[in-house]
C-alpha cells in the first residue's frame, strides 16, 4: 500500500464557501428536465487545450471543459431517497417563510426567491452524494455535522487543473529533463524520467474528497504510449482526529485502502505558538516532529517518511511526490469564522475550526508552504494551493514570480455557475531557457526589412550583420550585456530563400542563467511572396520573446524597442548617420 495525496492538512479544504448552494448556481430555462431550478449541467474539459491559457498571460488558465458533470433534482429524487427527503424539506421551508411573509409584498417576493437562503447542511450533503455517486460512482457515507461538505464542481476544476500541470511536469519545453528528480516506482535511483503517480494532500478533511477524485477511473492519468492506466497513490493528511477518522471511512468505502493513506500528523509551528492556551514564551510543542519542521507541508512529509523509511531527498535523491494540494483554511480568527456574513446576516457554512482558521488565513497557510518548499525542492514537483480571495492571489504570485521566476508559477482561474475560486502552483525545478510559460504575448512581434543589394551578398546576411551591430550599440548604450549567436536554419525547397535565426540572450551562468531571450527569425520575403518594390529584396523580421522574470521584461523591452528603427535604420539616429554619409560623399 501507497501513499496518497490530499486536500488539506489544516482540516478539509475549507475555502470560507461551504458546500454547495442553489443560490449561487446559474438559473437555466424550463426543460424537459424540470424548471431551472432543478437542474444543473456543470462541464469540465479533461484536455490540455480546453483548459486554455489566457490571450495575455501563458502561466494562467481558465478552467472549462465539454465533458458533462450532470446534476438534476428531479433525476436524484428519483433514484436518491436522502436527496427526495432533504429537497422537500427545503421546498417546505420554502413555502413556510414565503406564507408567514405574506403580509408584506416585498418581503413575501425577496423570501420565496431565494433558494439559498432556505438551503442547510442536511441539503447539501445530500446533493454531494448524488452528485458523487451519478457521475463518478463514489459514495460519501460518512461526513459528521459541523464538518466542510465538499461542493464538488469546485473540487473537480482543481483536479482538471492538477492534470494539465502534470503533463507539463515532462514536457522538455517547459522544463530541462536532464538530471530530473522523477524516476520510477520501481528504481528510484534512476535517472529515466517517469512519473511517480504519487500525490500529498495537505489537510484532506472529513470527506477526503481530492483523494477520492484523484482515484476515479475518469480522472486517472494514462500512458499514452501504450495506454495503460497509471493509477494514483495519495498520501492525505489532517491534523483533526475526528476528521481523519472519517476520512479513513470514506476511503474503505469505496475500496481504495490500497491507494489512499491517510495520516494524523501534528498542529504547525504557527499554529501552536498563536494558540491562546499556550502561555506567553513558552516553546511550541511540535510532538514528535523535529524543531526546525514548522510548515504543513514540511509535518505531512516527515509522516511519510517516518512511516515508508524514505530518507530525506538530497540534490540527487528522485522526487517522492509529483504535487501536493491543499484548499486552505480561509478564515485567520476563530470570531471571523463564526460571525454571520455581512450581506445578509446568514450564518457561515459549516465547518470545524480546523478546517477554517489559520493564523494568516489562506495567505499565511501558502507562506508556510512556501517556506517548506524551499527545504523541499527535491522531494515535491508541484506545489499547489486553492485560494478563495483573487487579493491572495496576487499578493502570493507576485511573491513567488519574484522568488522563482516567472516560468516556474502557474495560476488558474475556477469558475463555476456565479462562485470563482482561484489556484496557484510552482516548483523549484530548472525552467527551459525557452519555455511556453516564459514566451512574452504582445509588443513588437515582426517586421519586413527592405534592402537594395548591388554587390551580390544575401540580404538576410545584411540583416542579420545589422542585429549583430545592433546588440553591440545596445550593450555600450544600455548597460546590458548581451550574447548574439546566428545559426542557419536547413531550407525546405530550393524555392525558399535561406532563414537564419539570431538569438539575443542576457549573459548569465548555469547557475543563474540570463533573465530574457529573443529569438529572431530572418527569411527572405521575395523567395515567398514574390514581393519586390524599387527593386529592393524584403527581408521578414520575426521576434520569439521569453522572459524569466520582471527584470528580463524591463530588459527586453530595451531591446525590442528600439530594434526596429536600428535594422531598418529608419529612426534618428540612422537618418543623421546616413545624412552626414552622404554629404560627405558630396565633397
Excluded at 470570531?335 to 454571520?340: C, F, G, K, L, P
Amino acid at each position: 500500500m501507497f501513499p496518497d495525496p490530499g486536500k488539506n492538512q489544516q482540516g478539509g479544504g475549507s475555502s470560507g464557501s461551504g458546500g454547495i448552494k442553489r443560490g449561487r448556481k446559474r438559473r437555466r430555462p424550463r426543460s424537459e428536465h424540470g424548471s431551472g431550478r432543478d437542474t444543473l449541467t456543470c462541464s469540465y474539459d479533461h484536455n490540455t487545450a480546453s483548459a486554455s491559457t489566457t490571450s495575455d498571460d501563458p502561466t494562467h488558465r481558465a478552467i472549462s471543459s465539454t465533458a458533462s458533470l450532470h446534476v438534476n433534482f428531479r433525476d436524484f429524487a428519483t433514484k436518491y431517497s436522502d436527496f427526495a427527503k432533504a429537497w422537500d424539506d427545503l421546498k417546505h421551508r420554502r413555502q413556510g417563510a414565503a406564507a408567514a411573509a405574506a403580509t408584506t409584498a416585498a418581503t413575501a417576493r425577496t423570501t420565496s426567491s431565494s433558494f439559498s437562503t432556505h438551503v442547510d447542511s442536511a441539503f447539501n450533503l445530500a446533493l454531494t452524494r448524488a452528485t458523487l455517486q451519478s457521475n463518478l460512482g463514489l459514495c460519501l457515507p460518512s461526513l459528521p455535522d459541523g464538518y466542510l461538505c465538499p461542493p464538488i464542481p469546485n473540487r473537480l476544476n482543481y483536479v482538471l487543473w492538477l492534470n494539465t500541470l502534470l503533463r507539463e511536469s515532462g514536457d522538455s519545453r517547459y522544463f530541462e529533463l536532464s538530471g530530473d528528480c522523477s524516476a520510477s516506482l520501481s528504481s528510484l535511483s534512476s535517472c529515466e524520467y517517469k512519473y511517480r503517480y504519487r500525490g500529498l494532500d495537505i489537510g484532506c478533511g472529513a470527506s477526503c474528497i481530492y483523494p477520492l477524485l484523484l482515484c476515479t477511473d475518469k480522472f486517472s492519468p494514462g500512458n499514452e504510449s501504450t495506454g495503460a492506466r497509471n493509477e494514483w497513490r495519495i498520501f492525505a493528511t489532517d491534523i483533526d482526529e475526528e476528521s481523519v477518522k472519517s476520512a479513513k471511512l470514506n476511503v474503505q468505502a469505496n475500496n481504495l485502502d490500497d491507494r489512499i493513506e491517510v495520516a494524523l500528523v501534528p498542529r504547525t509551528r504557527r499554529q501552536v505558538s498563536q494558540d491562546p492556551a499556550n502561555e506567553a514564551g513558552d516553546k511550541p510543542p511540535i510532538g514528535t516532529v523535529d524543531d526546525d519542521v514548522v510548515g504543513p507541508v514540511q509535518i505531512a512529509m516527515e509522516a511519510f517518511r517516518d512511516r515508508y523509511h524514505y530518507a530525506c531527498a538530497s540534490d540527487n535523491d528522485t522526487a517522492l511526490f509529483d504535487f501536493c494540494m491543499t484548499n486552505p483554511p480561509f478564515y485567520g480568527t476563530e470570531a471571523e469564522a463564526t460571525a454571520d456574513r455581512m450581506g445578509d446576516g446568514r450564518s457561515r457554512t459549516d465547518m470545524s475550526i480546523s478546517e477554517g482558521v489559520y493564523p494568516g488565513g489562506e495567505v499565511g497557510f501558502v507562506r508556510d508552504m512556501i517556506a517548506d518548499s524551499v527545504q523541499l525542492t527535491n522531494s515535491i514537483t508541484w506545489f499547489t494551493s486553492m485560494l478563495a480571495r483573487k487579493t491572495s492571489l496576487v499578493e502570493l504570485e507576485k511573491e513567488l514570480r519574484g522568488m522563482l521566476g516567472r516560468g516556474a508559477v502557474r495560476t488558474a482561474t475556477f469558475v463555476q455557475g456565479k462562485t470563482t475560486r482561484w489556484g496557484i502552483a510552482w516548483t523549484h525545478r530548472r525552467v527551459a531557457a525557452r519555455s511556453p510559460a516564459t514566451r512574452v504575448v504582445g509588443g513588437l512581434q515582426g517586421f519586413k526589412v527592405g534592402l537594395k543589394r548591388s554587390d551580390g551578398s544575401s540580404a538576410i546576411e545584411e540583416v542579420a550583420s545589422r542585429v549583430r551591430s545592433y546588440c553591440q550599440y545596445i550593450e555600450s548604450t544600455k548597460g546590458l550585456h548581451l550574447d548574439c549567436t546566428i545559426k542557419n536554419v536547413a531550407v525546405d525547397s530550393p524555392e525558399r530563400g535561406g532563414t537564419e535565426i539570431c538569438s539575443i540572450t542576457e549573459r548569465g551562468s548555469v547557475q543563474h542563467p540570463g533573465a530574457f531571450c529573443i529569438d529572431i527569425h530572418l527569411q527572405n520575403v521575395d523567395a515567398v511572396e514574390k514581393e519586390e518594390e524599387d527593386g529592393k529584396e524584403f527581408v521578414h523580421v520575426g521576434l520569439d520573446c521569453f522572459v524569466s522574470s520582471f527584470a528580463g521584461t524591463l530588459a527586453s523591452d530595451k531591446v525590442r524597442s528600439g530594434m526596429e528603427g536600428e535594422i531598418q535604420r529608419s529612426n534618428r539616429r540612422w537618418r543623421r548617420i546616413l545624412t552626414k554619409g552622404r554629404d560627405e560623399t558630396k565633397c
